[in-house]
């Protein structure tokens, strides 16, 4: 896992979020037209509120798209909810020479979507998952 460091940037969106949501949020990771906040395990539902109000709200705050992650200490659970809401059918985690590798297995007809435009959502992920656990790469399968 990678120390974290937030910039002052990112703790004022952390605050401004957990002040519109409620929920307890740890960390934000910000990248081009979308932000995405890990809340702690159990805040999923609070943070999104009620017909996903607070997602809503945070998106006309920021002017970016917002996305919600929860953490779990499980680094495949926490692997697989950084995909979500696809349909992951599994995570492995496995030692490849130096570097943690976690193998997330998806549904064929929804593999682009996953990987996402340019690889965009696997960048994505790959930095959260480096900043939350001792995940290093991460391959779609």
């Known amino acids: 896992m990678v120390e974290r460091?937030?910039?002052?940037?990112?703790?004022?969106?952390?605050?401004?979020?957990?002040?519109i949501t409620k929920a307890d949020i740890i960390d934000c990771v910000e990248i081009d037209?979308?932000?995405?906040?890990?809340?702690?395990?159990?805040?999923?539902?609070?943070?999104?509120?009620?017909?996903?109000?607070n997602i809503g709200r945070l998106r006309d705050v920021f002017k970016k798209g917002v996305k919600f992650v929860e953490f779990d200490q499980d680094e495949k659970k926490f692997v697989a909810n950084l995909f979500k809401p696809f349909n992951v059918e599994e995570v492995t985690i496995e030692k490849v020479g130096n570097k943690t590798v976690a193998k997330v297995k998806v549904l064929q007809r929804e593999k682009s979507k996953v990987i996402g435009k340019n690889g965009k959502n696997v960048q994505l992920a790959k930095v959260l998952a480096r900043r939350h656990s001792s995940v290093d790469e991460i391959q779609i399968l």
């Open 33 to 53: 037209d979308k932000i995405i906040f890990v809340v702690s395990k159990g805040f999923l539902g609070i943070a999104i509120g009620k017909d996903a109000r």
């Open 5 to 19: 460091t937030l910039s002052n940037e990112d703790m004022q969106r952390i605050r401004v979020a957990t002040a």
